[in-house]
């Protein structure tokens, strides 16, 4: 690590901010694209939409936005944790105690 | 009271002012892309982040290493230089909201800070390496994270949903984007409310109302941060927020969500591995990336450049006010010193003010269609607008840059 530039919280940040910062919308929108070809409204690039429902996509589209709600979740916890460590004594998702 | 006391308490009183600026300014980090997406009503979002900024301000349970620890000497604060600090970090914070510009309260603090030890010691009094690297250094790098992630997940997100109908995709994202931009605002309370927060604790320990083993500052001193700042962020900071919102990029539900997820997650990131990035920055960075990412989207570089500059110059102009209030009070002296610093900070806040209710934007007119600049358009509605967009296109709101025609309606709207 130099002086002037943080190199390794910089690819850290850069490494899993990929992952989780463009991951989880483009968790959404798989969310989003299996609710639509569950309801058969996906358009074909050369006509209109197919037609078909399809419930198995309609409920793997509600699985993946719980998935993506569970990220917010623990986001909020993450930025709590250490109020929640000092008031209730449990120390998660790496919070240390006082 | 003796004079000391009396400082303290003008100190605490700047303090709080400053968390309300600090609150106004950053409310468009959170809700900009929400209000311009239609995912949120203005009014809406900006009660939502309030509530959510006082509720993080009351998780914090450490007051963040002060902000100008590494920054400046600490044997050589004294009240008076932290209220010179304070007086230049807000009079930055409304000159930048009146332009519209987002910029970073912290840096405004920071040089605020810097220009009163520079005015009261000189440069020795700096610990410029730590400016650089903790404060300069970190901007540019926050822009080029949050810009490239932002940039990822808007690509994704458009690429993942080809196919499936605008109008759904739409009100999908738009539900998505209540929660990702409710988590910006948490992060932000716990981050920003601690700074001001860290600011008065020091004030008070400095004059000795407060042991310096304390951990934590008094409880009042949380309960008055946290209320000062959730306050200025309902206000809204309406002419940011429609900077960011319009003026940068057109935002659609699908790019706001994507871009407050990279805020969001870089702004947790940096707090994680302990390398500080500024809020505004970061998104910032994120916005222009959810604009690059989307094919076929429009960015206007001139909106970036003019935040830019402001970033560039946000530290020495800080710092002059910072300077300039440092000698006032201290040559002065005493207290006429401290309240004729007092008063000129009210009497400029109060001309900024004034100024900027010639041209308002507030809660409905933010989303109107973006014309060239912040205010362009917003007062002049029974004024014909044919020659917005007719020669050359002033999108980058400079005067010089605007065809004539609207340069006199601009001027017919501002002097």
Redesign the interface.
Known sequence: MS????YE??L???F???L???????L??????A??AGAG?????DGP?VGHKNPALTALSWVVYSV??VA?VI??L???R??I??HTGVYIL?AKP? | MNLQLFLLIIVVITALAFDYTNGFHDTGNAMATSIASGALSPKAAVTLSAVLNLGGAFLSTAVAGTIAKDLVNGHLVTLQLVFAGLVGGIVWNLLTWLLGIPSSSSHALVGGIVGAMIAAVGGHGVIWTGVVSRVLIPALVSVALAGLVGAVGTWLVYRLNRGVPEKRSEAAFRRGQIFSAALVSLAHGTNDAQKTMGVIFLALISYGAVSRSAALPPFWVIFACACAMALGTYTGGWRIIRTMGKGLVEIKSPQGMAAESSSAVIILLSAHFGYALSTTQVVTGSVLGSGVGKPGAEVRWGVAGRMATAWLITLPAAGLVGAITYWVVHEIGGYPGTIIGFALLVATASAIYLRSRRTKVDHNNVNAEWKGDLTAGLDEADQPTVTVGAGAPGRNGEVTDVAPGTASAKKAGMS
């Not at chain 1, 002086?3 to 943080?6: C, E, M, R, S, V």
């Not at chain 1, 959404?28 to 694209?33: D, E, G, P, Q, S």
């Not at chain 1, 409204?41 to 690039?45: L, P, V």
């Open positions: 002086t002037w530039f943080n919280a910089s850290k940040i850069l899993f901010g990929l989780l910062g463009s991951g989880l919308p483009a959404f929108a798989l969310a989003v694209r609710g639509a409204t996906i358009e074909a690039s939409a993506a709600l917010v986001g909020v993450y930025i709590a250490d109020f460590g000092v790496g006082a």
